[in-house]
């Protein structure tokens, strides 16, 4: 039987479990918010076109609007300055076979739940390899935080001085870029920086680092705990939205049963 054929009668037998790792495109879902000195994003709308009535008797549809960084959604290189010239840098331009591919989770949620400014270090890293293997080249890296069980304000975490949620250290993303060479690195929360990453050196070094390489961000997915650490397929198909810098998506993982 060739591959795909497998790969078919695998999901048929319910072998292969499609997890969803998206949040649903809701008015409520929170966005992130910047200083009000900067443009800021909007949140999911929907207007309703018609409804099987006097607008289109035997139709329904909406018409919907909202930021390319809203929900569950895709940062592309051109995101951020250190990309805004890395070849194919916007979603329209990415090579499609880089939405699919390994997927390794990295358990952080023990730590969070004791530190909602933890960062995740190259140690925390290595000391997950040394139980699970190497990050193989290409694969997606998932930080798992338990942060999308979180809702309403408690999602975003703002105080005084900020917002306060996980991420990694510059450190890390430079050892998974230069040491792993990963497609990507995705979390639970509203960014793939901490909620304090402007006080980190680059400022925001997960947007710095990925996309002055060419890599991409993965943002509010759910279900992570779901995963198992190694052996899933991930599926992170962006919109192709031209020179687009990012887009909401459903965000899937292939595991096995
Ligand atoms: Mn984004």
Not at 35 to 57: I, K, T
Not at 94 to 103: D, L, R, T, Y
Not at 121 to 149: N, Q
Not at 229 to 256: C, D, F, Q
């Amino acid at each position: 039987m060739s591959t795909l054929a497998n790969l078919a009668s695998a999901l048929a037998a319910g072998r292969i479990e499609v997890i969803d790792l998206t949040h649903t495109l809701d008015p409520d879902f929170p966005v992130i918010i910047l200083p009000p000195e900067f443009g800021q994003c909007a949140r999911f709308r929907m207007e309703e076109v018609s409804a099987y009535d006097h607008r289109g008797p035997a139709w329904k549809w909406n018409n919907i609007s909202m930021s390319e960084h809203t929900g569950t959604h895709f940062d592309a290189p051109s995101h951020w300055i250190s990309g805004r010239d890395v070849p194919l840098g916007s979603v329209d331009e990415i090579p499609a076979e880089n939405f699919v591919g390994p997927v390794c989770v990295i358990d952080c949620s023990a730590e969070t739940a004791q530190d909602e400014d933890f960062l995740m270090t190259p140690a925390h890293i290595e000391a997950w390899e040394a139980k699970h293997g190497p990050i193989p080249a290409g694969a997606w890296v998932l930080m798992r935080t338990d942060w999308s069980k979180r809702s309403g304000a408690a999602y975003l975490n703002m105080a005084q001085d900020g917002p306060h949620s996980p991420g990694p250290s510059a450190e890390a993303i430079r050892f998974l870029i230069d040491a792993r060479d990963i497609t990507g690195f995705g979390t639970e929360c509203v960014g793939t920086d901490a909620g304090q990453g402007m006080h980190l050196s680059p400022p925001y070094p997960a947007h710095f680092i990925l996309h002055g390489a060419g890599k991409y961000g993965l943002q509010c997915l759910a279900n992570l705990d779901r995963l198992p650490p190694t052996g899933a397929v991930l599926i992170a198909a962006p919109l192709k939205i031209k020179n687009g810098t990012g887009s909401p998506l459903r965000v899937l993982a292939m595991v096995e049963t």
